[in-house]
């Protein structure tokens, strides 16, 4: 007895066109949520390193512990944030190449480059907490949160990559 594996149809909202016409599948949100977690976990842990390496280098340079606190912060969590990106920009982030999706430009499904990719990375790495606040409470709001086909003002999607 021979089954045949039938795939399920996708809903409507994951399937999409960009501005050329290919069709895109959208990613899930248990993707997109996965990917940021990972990129996140990634950013933190290159701030400790980059941070104690700041830390070190400011205090050869003569400057207080205060100020050369403040500098590695601050630094050390910029460039964690934009050298991750820009480093992921010649392929994709941990978190994406996990979750099986791709950031691609609306306009015409190609992948972000090091510069996009990077300025991307480091506005994820200011805003996680308030991506995170919203994941926790818009479920407990009862909102049925953004559908994500249908919000054009953005030029990139998170697309799924390994097909139906």
Known sequence: MTQSIQQKPLPP???GTFKNGRSFIE???????GKYALDVLVILVLFVILFFVLAVI????????EAGAGVAAVGGYALS??????VSGFSRTLGAKAAGVRNLRYRDGKPMGPLQSSWRTLALA????????G?????????PGINANKTRFRSYVVADV???
């Open 58 to 65: 400011t205090a050869a340079a003569g400057l207080s512990r």
């Open 81 to 86: 944030a934009l050298g991750y990106g820009f």
């Open 135 to 143: 994941v926790v409470v818009s479920p407990l709001t009862g909102s």
């Open 27 to 33: 990613a899930t949100s248990g993707q997109r949520v």
């Open 13 to 15: 909202w994951r399937e």
């Open 162 to 164: 390994r097909g139906r």
């Open 126 to 133: 200011l805003f996680w907490p308030l991506i995170l606040i």
